[in-house]
C-alpha cells in the first residue's frame, strides 16, 4: 500500500495506560487511535458525527510501539462518507478499520449535506451513492 | 426484541470520564460496555481473542445515564462465533454492535476450536458455517 | 469510620478496562473514582476547578469489585476547600484521596468565592482559613 | 529549571481521548503522563508500586498539545523514594508531580529494598531517611 493510496498518516505511540491485564493494547485503544486520524482530518467538533465503527484486528500492539493510522476516503455519499483505515504498529499491520461519518448540523440536530471544501479535501471529485 | 432472545444482560453506569469535548459518551467507550459483556459472558483471559468489532451509533448518550448491554450468539462455527450486542442508555437503543471472537490457544499462539461447554452456553446447539 | 463522618457516598465497580497489565486497577483509574464523587456532589461544570490531587494507595484493586467511594469536607476556606476521600473496594479500603476543589468564574477565568449554599450543602458552618 | 536538575524527560501528545466535557485535558490523565515518566525509567513492572501520588494543577491542556515531564528523584530511602514530576505542555508548566515509590517483591507481597542499580541510575548517592 502506498502513501498516495492512503494519503492522511497520524503518529502515535502506545502509552503504559493502552494496555489491559493481557499485556496488549485493549481494543477500545484502537478506536482511539483511528479516531485521532478523524480529528486530525476534519478538526474537533466541526459538523461531522460518527454512524459506524469497524475494526478488523490482525495482531497484537504492546507497550511503547510506534503506531501510525494511514487513512483515505473510501466512500463520498450525499449526507455521509466513508474513511478506511490501516493501523501499523512498529511497522507492521495491526488493524484495519473503517469510519462511517455523517454530516451533521448540531443547530438543528439533522444531518447535512457534505461541504464541498470537504469533499475537495478528501480527494473524491465525484460523489457515489449512499451503502445499502 | 425481548429478553429471551438476549439472554445476555449486563449493566453500568455512565461515568464523567466516559464523556469527551462534546458532552456525550465518546465512541471508544461503547467498545468497552461491549467488552464488560464480553468478559461477562466469556470470564477473562480464557482463550479467546476478538476478530472484529462493529458498532454503529444510533442516539448520543449523557452523563450518569443506566446502560445496559443485551447480548447473544448469533452464529456459531468451529473456531469463531459472532455476539450481537445492544446497548440501551436510560433505556432507548444508543449503540448496536457485532464481536466476532476467535478461539485462541495462548501457548501455541494459533486459533482452537470452540470448546462444547462453550457452545452450550452460548445456546447454540448446531454449529453453523464459518463466515464468508 | 462511620457514614455520618463521611455523608457522601457514591458506587460504582470496578470495569475490565480499568486493569492494566498487573491486572489490577490503574492508579488513574482511582483518579476517576474519586472524580464520581466530586461530580455527584458539585455537579459538572459548575464553577469549580481541582487545584491539587492526593491519592494514598493502601491495596490493590481486581476486576469487578464493588467500589465505594465515601467524602467529606475537611477544611473550608475563603475561594476553595477540601475534600477527603475514602475508596473502598468490597469493602476494604484500598486508597485515600485529598482532592483541593477552588472556586472557578469560567467568565472572568479567576477563582470566586465559595458560594453558601455549597458551604451549607457540604456541611460546613464556619469557614477555616486558607491552608499554609 | 534545568535539564541537569530533572534529567529524565518523556514526551507524549495530547490525544482527543484525553480532554472531557469542560474540553480540557481531564486530571486523570495527568496520573498517565506521570505514569509514563515512571514506567520510561524504571521499566514495566519490575518490583515497584505506587505508594502515592500528589498532582497539583497549574493551568489547562489543550488538545494536541506537545506533553514533555520531567522527573528527578527527590528522596531516597530504605525501600521507597519520591519523583518529583513537571508536566508541561507547549513548553508552559501545567502541573506538578510527586510519586512516592515503594521497593516490592511480588513473590512475597512485600516491600523490599531499593536496589543498588537503581539507586545509581536514579543519581542518588546517599540514602535519606525515609519521610515522616
Known amino acids: 500500500v502506498t502513501t498516495t493510496e492512503f ?30 486520524a478523524r480529528v486530525a482530518i476534519l478538526g474537533k467538533g466541526t459538523g461531522f458525527i460518527l454512524g459506524r465503527l469497524e475494526l478488523d484486528f490482525r495482531d497484537q500492539t504492546r507497550h511503547d510501539e510506534e503506531i501510525e493510522v494511514h487513512t483515505r476516503c473510501s466512500r463520498m455519499g450525499e449526507k455521509s462518507f466513508d474513511l478506511e483505515h490501516r493501523v501499523l504498529a512498529s511497522g507492521r499491520l495491526v488493524a484495519e478499520g473503517r469510519s462511517v ?32
Chains 1, 2, 3, 4 share one sequence.
Open 7 to 36: 494519503p492522511f498518516v497520524i503518529r502515535d505511540r502506545v502509552r503504559f495506560r493502552d494496555l489491559d491485564s493481557s499485556d496488549h493494547v485493549n481494543n477500545s485503544v484502537y478506536a482511539t487511535f483511528v479516531e485521532q
Open 101 to 132: 461519518v455523517v454530516g451533521f448540523d448540531r443547530s438543528t440536530g439533522r444531518s447535512r449535506r457534505i461541504p464541498e471544501p470537504v469533499r475537495r479535501m478528501l480527494g473524491v471529485a465525484t460523489a457515489n451513492p449512499e451503502p445499502a
